[in-house]
């Protein structure tokens, strides 16, 4: 009789599992098929909803909110406008994300590709996150998460298991020049990337080179001077990526002032001499 109704329980422990994992729902606000920025190969890149940064520059304002959003955007056709009205932000369940892949499986594994969670800050969603990635994992592909390194330390221990990559952001040192520009303390993101380190993950690290934050030298080596003292052979790269304008024109869309108006972009010849002391303390 006992072990008829512990059988009874674990059916039933099974059937709420199932259940959950069925009707569990992220928010995104944009899937990009054919990415080849977002890790090894082509990919399918998912942007997940929410950030708890809010860096001057964003790329993708519309993703910083945690909620889906109504916007109206302005359209021409020849001389006559009109506005049109779309919500930003969509809630899918894990299936359809698999779906999206499955339809670009060919490309993804002929290229050595996969699948990347980028946003927003992905990590704001560590429990869709993780179903995800482990289904991901389950259908064969290479999976990799792209944060801003600002995320609870237990959220980082959700995914490490089931995250073939990470893409991991560090946009400055200093703490009190990291909170004015994006809003929080670069503490946080700095001791994430030492218990990433130290628990043997794949990095790829991603620093955004930002007019008046971090494009002078003494910024550039103090994150130079923080990844040499932890170089090993996990860390797999270190990008700079240039600012430029893209992702300007959403600003009044999301109703967020663009503080970055009249910055120009680095010329090529300083992001080479960046890169250099970069390349530098790369293990070969
Ligand atoms: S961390 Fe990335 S997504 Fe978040 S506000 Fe900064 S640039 Fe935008």
Known sequence: MVIYQLAMLKGLYIIIFVFLLLTMRGLLFDIKRFTTEDGPGIRVTYFFKGCPMS???????????????????????????????????????????????????????????????????????????K???????????????????FA?????????PHTSL????????????HREFTGVTSKRVLENFDFLVEGGADIVVRIPVIPGFNDDEESMKAVRDFLGDRMCDRIKGIDLLPYHRTGSGKYSLSGREYLMEGKKPIADSQIDAYRSLFSAILLK
Not at 74 to 94: C, H, L, P, Q
Request: hydrophobic fraction near 35%.
């Open 55 to 129: 860096c001057i520059w964003c790329h993708n304002p519309e993703g910083i909110g945690q909620e889906s959003m109504k916007v109206n955007r302005v359209e021409r056709v020849g001389s006559a406008r009109f506005t049109k009205s779309e919500v930003v932000g969509r809630e899918y369940d894990i299936e359809e994300l698999v779906d999206v892949a499955a339809r670009e499986r060919p490309f993804i594994e002929q290229s050595g590709g996969g699948v990347t969670f980028s946003g927003g800050e992905p990590l704001m969603q560590s429990e869709f996150l």
């Open 131 to 149: 179903r995800t990635l482990i289904r991901m994992r389950e259908e064969g592909y290479h999976t990799a998460v792209d944060t801003s390194g």
């Open 152 to 160: 609870e330390r237990e959220h980082f221990m959700l995914i490490m």
């Open 166 to 177: 990470f893409l991991y952001d560090i946009k400055h040192i200093d703490d009190a020049r």
